[in-house]
């Protein structure tokens, strides 16, 4: 094995942080904990795979030998973060990559490169979209599925091709947030289920990129954008439509400031109780939001509101109402409530370039 090169100690330490998040360390096949490093004339690769997902991301270096090594990907991040010189040199020295500054050396043991499965290349590409859009799709709707991986289709974001735009859907069956961006189509077909978890760490780290390019066949996903890639295995089921769940029967409408409701809901959910349930209530011209609790007490709070229907008093977890809001801010808000315990969507008055809706199920009213 040989590799010898030269690169910029926070370039190649923010890399190998970037893979660790998309691919954390869930194996204790040494091969498969391992990080390749590829030196060639273009700089350094970087690829790691659990055989489930597959991440290449490219960082600039110097190759003065060209090679390939496998090493340990945990304790490379680890040393790397902590270094303080500008630059640092990796080269094979015997059976051990060293890790090497001016005043130190550290050396990680090769492991058997040739035993490494690769990242596998992507699946056709399905189209394109802004990394900025992405960002501002994925992280609302991410938000609103499942931790628990007892369920898996509900830990997924649903991407798929609609009529023109691509939309993102997530539920943990107790809200539902979809979000469509403008994209460049290829396949109009496009269904996948993705790991939500995952999704949000791409679009976090693709944020700034131009495009980011979504593939996807039966079995897998992948998003490419400038020289990274990340494949992942698809999750098995879809999850169902959204349109069939967002408001048709509306029994009253509202338009109000999102930070304000949200301050308002901040401020009463102390006194939410044990059920952590605080009352939206709709007067004239106004919303009410109302906590109250035999042992915390009880506490109320007025915001101006264009409310247009029936009067409605509903109950909802405080803390899906806050998850909910904070992806609005400011904006002006618009909320329909239908009738008995289907759910309230929140959505913007005027629509941006990405369009959110997100939909809370309230709760029952105790009798």
């Not at 394109?128 to 994925?138: E, I, T, Y």
């Not at 539902?176 to 403008?182: E, I, R, S, T, V």
């Not at 109950?315 to 801010?329: C, D, N, V």
Request: some cysteine.
């Amino acid at each position: 094995m040989s590799l010898d090169l030269t690169a910029t100690t926070a370039a190649l330490a923010a890399a190998t942080a970037d893979l660790s998040r998309l691919l954390p360390g869930r194996t204790l096949d040494p091969v498969l904990a391992g990080l390749l490093l590829t030196a060639d004339a273009t700089g350094v690769t970087l690829a790691a795979t659990d055989r489930e997902r597959g991440v290449r991301l490219h960082a600039e270096a110097v190759a003065h030998t060209d090679g390939q090594v496998l090493v340990p990907a945990k304790p490379l991040a680890e040393t790397l973060a902590a270094l303080d010189s500008p630059d640092v040199r990796l080269v094979v020295e015997g059976s051990r990559l060293a890790i090497r500054t001016p005043g130190g050396r550290f050396a990680l043991p090769l492991l058997a490169a040739d035993s490494h499965p690769g990242v596998p290349a992507p699946p056709a590409a399905a189209g394109s979209v802004r990394g900025a859009d992405l960002h501002a799709a994925v992280l609302p709707v991410a938000s609103a599925a499942s931790r628990d991986d007892a369920l898996p289709v509900f830990t997924g974001v649903r991407l798929r091709a609609k009529a023109g735009r691509l939309v993102a859907v997530a539920t943990d069956r107790y809200r539902m947030a979809a979000a469509d961006l403008p994209w460049i189509g290829v396949d109009e077909d496009l269904d996948v289920l993705i790991p939500a978890a995952l999704f949000t760490e791409v679009a976090k780290q693709a944020r700034a990129a131009e495009r980011v390019t979504v593939h996807a066949d039966a079995d897998r996903a992948a998003l490419t954008w400038d020289s990274a890639t990340v494949t992942t295995a698809v999750l098995a089921s879809a999850l169902p439509d959204e349109d069939k769940l967002f408001p048709r029967d509306v029994e009253c409408s509202l338009t109000l400031d999102g930070a304000a409701l949200a301050g308002a809901v901040r401020r009463v959910a102390p006194y939410a109780g044990a059920r952590g349930a605080v009352t939206l209530e709709t007067g004239d011209g106004e919303l009410r939001v109302r906590g109250s609790d035999p042992q915390a007490g009880e506490a109320e709070e007025t915001i101006k509101a264009g409310v247009h229907g029936n009067r409605v008093s509903r109950g909802y977890q405080a803390k899906y109402l806050l998850e909910t809001l904070r992806w609005f801010g400011g904006d002006e808000v618009r909320i329909d409530i239908q009738p008995g315990i289907r759910g309230t969507m929140f959505s913007h008055v005027t629509a941006p370039a990405v369009r959110l809706r997100y939909l809370v199920v309230p709760l029952r009213q105790p009798n």
